[in-house]
């Protein structure tokens, strides 16, 4: 093959058909990457509905998986001590009742992991509900159950607001679960909780107020941004065990309102966990 076959003829220059074509060459890269961009979050939401697929149903097998042990832990620890509690002695009694605080423990906080997964997928559904008694009757329910009627629960102000009936009663029993916590074990106290209607210049009602405070031991003011995550304890276990996730909860629920949830601690000591939604 001859040296001249391998350049191409040359082509006469037509500038304004060269422009056009040049344009066209220009824009068509452009395009490309404007139909790659429209075409990217659809791939993104498949994979992203894949992903929380996925996650439920992993957290569905933990959940199924880590319960029927722990049922047992208690189960055999039960039997231990009818069983065998004169043989293991005060000492003995002590360890297999911490175990089974731990398997509770470790159980209630399987159950509010799956339920942290349920909020984040379930419809809510929408009632009035006057948040006062609604507070009040889960406090009676709680200081019951714990035995700690050395513990008042008092309400002031009066707000009805629209919320999903079954996450707000989660709400107000993690709240008022972690100011009892807060309080030390036979210590005559109170709960105390505020409820405020908040109003814009112009006198409509924005916002709904719950604040929940307890006159226990209170935290460290710069564990506040913490206190809403589940990555780590900052409180001694053997002093407040079960913290950590049920706060998270609350925040996951209160978000889903399109609220919003702070928490501080004053100089004198105390807690005081708030949250607010729309009206």
């Not at 722990?70 to 004169?86: A, P, Q, V, W, Y």
């Not at 814009?200 to 405070?213: L, M, Q, T």
Request: hydrophobic content about 40%.
């Amino acid at each position: 093959m001859s040296l001249e076959a391998d350049i191409p003829p040359r082509r006469t220059v037509n500038p304004e058909t060269d422009l056009r074509a040049n344009f066209r060459a220009d824009r068509e890269p452009i395009a490309n990457r404007d139909r790659t961009k429209k075409a990217t979050p659809s791939i993104s939401n498949m994979d992203l509905i894949r992903v929380n697929e996925e996650l439920r149903a992993f957290t569905s097998a933990i959940r199924h998986d880590l319960v029927i042990p722990l049922r047992g832990i208690d189960r055999f620890s039960k039997l231990m001590n009818e069983k065998f509690g004169k043989v293991l002695g005060v000492e003995g009694l002590k360890y297999l009742e911490l175990i089974q605080e731990a398997a509770l423990s470790a159980s209630q906080v399987v159950d509010r992991l799956a339920l942290l997964s349920d909020v984040s997928r379930c419809s809510l559904v929408y009632e009035e509900l006057d948040l006062g008694s609604f507070a009040s009757d889960a406090a009676k329910k709680l200081i019951s159950e714990s035995g700690r009627h050395d513990v008042k629960f008092l309400i002031t102000g009066q707000i009805r607001v629209s919320c999903d009936r079954e996450f707000m009663a989660r709400v107000f029993r993690e709240l008022i679960e972690n100011s009892l916590k807060f309080i030390p074990a036979k210590t005559p106290s109170e709960i105390h909780l505020s409820l405020e209607l908040c109003s814009d210049d112009e006198g409509n009602p924005i916002e709904a107020r719950c604040e929940i405070k307890d006159l226990g031991s209170g935290f460290s003011p710069g564990d506040v941004r913490r206190f809403l995550h589940p990555r780590r304890r900052q409180i001694s276990y053997k002093d407040f065990h079960g913290m950590g996730v049920g706060l998270v909860l609350v925040r996951r629920i209160i978000r889903r309102h399109s609220g919003r949830v702070w928490a501080y601690c004053e100089n004198g000591g105390g807690s005081t966990f708030g949250f607010a939604i729309p009206v």
